[in-house]
């Protein structure tokens, strides 16, 4: 009988009942200079009367002539054919039916029949109507966002300037686009499978239709989603936000939820903790929470404000919705099981999510403020809004304890999002949370710098890469609708900062940030799809920035229209709390009380960072590194152990790196050769670079050190040497990692090839190595001098994060370094720089190697068992062993270097037959420069010349780092020797030509006398 009732339903529209046609027409409003939809009202329908005979069993016998009909109408009795085409064309109830023409009189009654169909619309166009319907729905999902109220100055900045989309009803003479008029509003529509704006209900008016999907679409929430490639997500995403009613308040739930957190307001460490109360059934909304967290953010900023009028500072007003923000994606993930959070942002508002957020003590904020405090000697510090903090606390929603990092970040705005991922990625992997279920990361943006740095578009990248993905994270966008000074329109070619984020099929929720309850519910849902389906998600707080780029900036230079807006704006808080007031849901007396109780709080907390006398810098750690350090801040050993092996183990490593561990497993015929001739070594008992490394990398898994190697083509090795991933030749995807064979409760080995991004690859691993100190994360180039394109990453975090932020970090940096006739770009890694920026301390710090490249299959460029055995150390010096070691006196000159020019040396001096008057030294260690040993060596030759000697030109390489080193070795007493012309570019990229210059500059300096 259902069946039925929804034959026709399913082709034309139904004939609305009377009730619906004496509905007041739609209202028009007016919204921003331009005709808003109709306002929400509810249309109710009456079910379709139901023929005489379509009762009972017939039903199924006239549904299948129905769907015969369909496919051709002369396949059935013309009075069947009237009796379809009359329901059709909406005749009323008890109507369609005409009873066949008599015997007698067939021509005339059906003349008649004919008469009545001929003047109702065709088959066609009811389904024309109908797919206009779903193409209507479709067009709000995808576009309603253009024309939501999403900017709370009005003035439109934060979307495209452009006129709204044609597709979308914003007046009646859009129905022309799809082909209807006014008349069709209260025809009853069925609504396609791909919405979910009728509820319980399968048919709707086309009126009721089109303001649900305004209710949806295009009030304070924008939703971009139908990009995403996956149908469940996107029903997922309907779901969350066209069900009706789904962001509906009474007076009496907001009063309630308001009184428990008026009733639990209490003090705690100098915060003002709030009740906090769930009500059932509104999509888990704490309005309470919003309006707590709104008030703790804006009597913070004021009092900040009273305290330091002339201090930078990078306040949130004009975003005080961010706050409840985040606490509502740290609470709804809480509650998912999230243990850990770790968080980047820029400056603008870390102080204020530094108190309230992850509850740094006030009267340590407060006393950052201070310019007469003495600093600690722990390093040199970072302003006040570049700092970060690490806190484990109870989580009061949850009653859970959850661990909240914020990460440090330097002036480069968006530089921390690898760093934020890779030690995401991190924590996940020490706790053995294969699917990021315990740990997870928020990354908070400015609207400037999301759409406009690089760096954004190579972290997305690596979401869903395997040894990189941290299965979800939520990004949170303050927009500002400005940069410093620039207008979007100038700032970025898209229609919103966000579109960055489409190509990784992440949903953009953007919200008016001065509704506060719709920014807690898209962040309910921003929580809920990255526990659901593990992926990143973007909520784009389209708000305003009420200062300048900071509280010293006077913004009305370059944007005089938007400020005078933003001066007759009233603040979040305050119109949240006339709403709650006007609502009676709370009094003005107990709004006030509160303000007072939190003034008192703050007064107290400034009161004792008056006592502060010292700003210690350790107060801040974002990662600390628990059982390193004595109680002095000192790490508890700083010796260097021997590194030397056992016979037993060097050949049984040795044996791992020159087989298959694996049955059944097909190798190339190429590999084959390379680990026979691995074994060869073995078996001589000498290593090549690739050897080595295998036992050095074997050795520390077997005594439990998880290693992780990632970078561009790392598993094979750029120049083929390497080769830690077999690949079987006959069965697609499947590999062997030797080096996870080496013993039974050995430690992981991570060896990842990476995308074609350093940037964002090598700000990943430098997070990744911060969470813990027992482990070896290396990072190795494709070419050494490609660091470049990751500069920021080494300038502002590898070099000075311990002296700015205390925080210590073991990364090791491979570059690939020689002068080899490869060209500029494939030469040198730059080597002047890193030395540029070292001192002498020898704390841990990262490491850089300058790796080779033709010495990884030079013949003598070997080392022997005997020199890794046990009692054996790294040698930061090598001196020289030859004939010259029988005669020092006679030495006439001594040659320092490093690197391969060591062996081009060697042989010239052998063709010159100088081995008796020429000694080579090489220095392994740069910095910390080995003092102690040059002086060993520089005493030995007592009446030797003192000649450095290096590949690179002058003005690049190690020469002014290395020579007063050298000359304060030896007291002055002794010139250093030198002679390289400087030179724009590391090299001439014409092989004979730059052959033949090298051979002879180097033979000159160590032959020639030349004092420089």
């Not at 997305?460 to 993905?469: A, E, G, I, N, Q």
């Not at 970078?711 to 077999?726: A, I, K, Y």
């Not at 006739?821 to 002498?840: D, V």
Request: glycine residues 6%.
């Amino acid at each position: 009988m259902h069946r039925l009732r929804t034959t026709v339903v399913r082709l034309r529209p139904i004939a609305a009942p009377q009730t619906a046609k004496s509905q007041s027409q739609a209202r028009l409003a007016a919204v921003g200079g331009a005709l808003r939809t109709f306002q929400p009202m509810r249309s109710y329908t009456a079910s379709v009367s139901a023929e005489p005979f379509l009762n009972g069993t017939s039903s199924n016998y006239v549904e299948e002539m129905y769907y015969a009909w369909l496919e051709n109408p002369r396949s059935v009795h013309k009075s069947w054919d009237i009796f379809f085409r009359n329901a059709n064309a909406g005749a009323p109830p008890g109507a369609a039916y005409q009873s066949p023409p008599p015997l007698g009189g067939a021509a005339l009654g059906l003349a008649n029949a004919q008469a009545m169909v001929g003047v109702q619309p065709n088959v066609e166009k009811l389904v024309e109507d109908h797919l206009a319907v779903q193409s209507l729905v479709r067009a709000y999902q995808i576009r309603g966002h253009h024309v939501a109220q999403l900017d709370p100055l009005g003035i439109m900045a934060a979307i495209d300037p452009g006129p709204p989309p044609s597709d979308i009803i914003t007046s009646n003479d859009k129905l022309e686009f799809y082909g209807l008029d006014e008349s069709d509003l209260d025809k009853v529509f069925r609504l396609p499978t791909t919405t979910f704006i009728g509820g319980s209900e399968s048919t709707l008016p086309l009126r009721e239709i089109i303001q649900r999907l305004e209710m949806a679409y295009c009030q304070s929430i924008g939703v971009e989603f139908m990009f995403i490639n996956d149908l469940e997500q996107c029903q997922w995403i309907r779901q969350k936000f066209e069900r009706p009613g789904i962001m509906q308040f009474t007076l009496e739930e907001k009063r309630t939820l308001l009184a428990r957190m008026v009733r639990s307001t209490r003090s705690r460490k100098g915060y003002l903790k709030l009740g906090i109360g769930l009500i059932s059934g509104l999509g888990d909304i704490d309005l309470t929470s919003c309006l707590t967290s709104c008030f703790l953010l804006a009597r913070f900023e004021e009092f900040l404000q009273r305290k330091w009028s002339s201090e930078k500072r990078f306040g949130l007003e004009g975003c005080e919705s961010l706050i409840p923000a985040l606490k509502t994606i740290i609470d709804k993930s809480s509650m998912n099981g999230v243990e850990s959070i770790i968080m980047g942002m820029p400056h603008r508002g870390r102080l204020n999510v530094l108190a309230n957020v992850i509850r740094k003590e006030l009267d340590q904020i407060f006393c950052q403020f201070d310019s007469k405090l003495e600093a600690a000697d722990e390093g040199s510090g970072d302003v006040k809004y570049h700092l970060g903090m690490w806190h484990r606390r109870i989580n009061r929603v949850t009653d859970r304890n959850i661990t909240l990092s914020l990460m440090a970040n330097p002036s480069h705005l968006e530089a921390v999002d690898p760093v934020v991922q890779g030690k995401t990625k991190a924590e996940q992997f020490y706790c053995g949370d294969t699917e990021g279920n315990r740990v997870m990361s928020i990354l908070l943006h400015g609207d400037a710098a999301f759409a406009g740095q690089g760096v954004v578009y190579e972290t997305f990248h690596l979401s869903d890469l395997p040894s990189y993905t941290t299965h979800g994270t939520i990004h949170v966008v303050v927009n500002n609708q400005i940069g410093f000074t620039t207008d979007p329109r100038v700032a970025r070619s898209s229609s919103y900062p966000t579109d960055v984020a489409k190509v990784v099929n992440a949903p953009i929720f953007h919200v008016n940030a001065d509704d506060p309850e719709a920014v807690m519910y898209v962040c309910n849902v921003a929580a809920e799809w990255r526990a659901t389906f593990h992926k990143d998600v973007v909520v784009d707080l389209v708000c305003y920035r009420r200062n300048g780029h900071n509280e010293m900036d006077e913004p009305m230079f370059t944007q005089p229209l938007m400020y005078k807006q933003i001066k007759k704006q009233k603040g979040v808080l305050q119109k949240y709390a006339e709403k709650l007031i006007a609502e009676g849901a709370v009094t003005r007396q107990e709004y006030e009380e509160e303000i007072a109780k939190y003034d008192k709080i703050c007064e107290e907390a400034h009161a004792r960072s008056k006592d502060e006398k010292i700003l210690h810098i350790k107060h801040w750690l974002d990662s600390p590194w628990p059982g390193f350090f004595n109680m002095d801040g000192q790490p508890k050993s700083m010796t260097s152990p021997s590194t030397g092996l056992t016979e037993e183990e060097l050949g049984h490593i040795g044996h791992i790196a020159s087989s298959v561990p694996v049955e059944d497993f097909t190798i190339h015929g190429g590999l084959s050769r390379i680990l026979k001739g691995r074994a060869a070594m073995v078996g001589q008992r000498v290593c090549d670079w690739a050897l080595g490394e295998y036992m050095a990398f074997g050795s520390l898994l077997k005594e439990g050190t998880h290693i992780r190697l990632s970078g561009q083509d790392v598993e094979r090795g750029t120049f083929s040497h390497r080769h830690h991933v077999l690949h079987d030749q006959n069965v697609d995807k499947r590999i062997c990692i030797p080096m996870n064979h080496i013993a039974p409760n050995q430690a992981p080995y991570t060896v990842c090839n990476s995308s074609l991004s350093e940037y964002g690859v090598l700000g990943f691993e430098l997070g990744f190595a911060m969470a813990s100190p027992n482990a070896l994360v290396l990072w190795e180039a494709q070419f050494g001098d490609f660091h470049n394109t990751a500069q920021c990453i080494i300038d502002q975090f590898i070099c000075p994060g311990q002296a700015k932020w205390v925080r210590q970090n073991g990364i090791v940096l491979l570059l690939p370094h020689g002068m080899e006739g490869m060209g500029p770009e494939h030469s040198s890694a730059r080597p002047e720089r890193f030395l540029q920026m070292c001192n002498e301390d020898p704390d841990a710090y990262p490491l850089i190697v300058f790796t080779p490249k033709s010495l990884l299959r030079h013949p003598d460029a070997k080392s022997n068992f005997d020199d890794m055995l046990p009692g054996t150390h790294f040698q930061r010096l090598i001196p020289d062993s030859g004939p010259v070691c029988e005669k020092p006196d006679g030495v006439k000159r001594i040659v320092f270097c490093t690197g391969k020019v060591y062996y081009e040396l060697t042989r010239e001096r052998k063709n010159r037959g100088m081995d008796n008057t020429v000694a080579i030294a090489r220095i392994e260690q740069l910095s910390p420069f080995p003092f102690d040993q040059v002086k060993v060596e520089t005493d030995r030759y007592p009446n030797a010349d003192l000649v450095w000697c290096q590949e690179e030109h002058k003005n690049q390489g190690y020469y002014d780092y290395v020579k007063p080193r050298l000359r304060t070795t030896v007291d002055r007493t002794r010139p250093v020797w030198y002679d390289q012309p400087p030179s724009l570019t590391p090299l001439c990229f014409v092989l004979k030509v730059f052959s033949l210059l090298s051979h002879v500059c180097m033979c000159e300096c160590v032959f020639m006398y030349m004092c420089v």
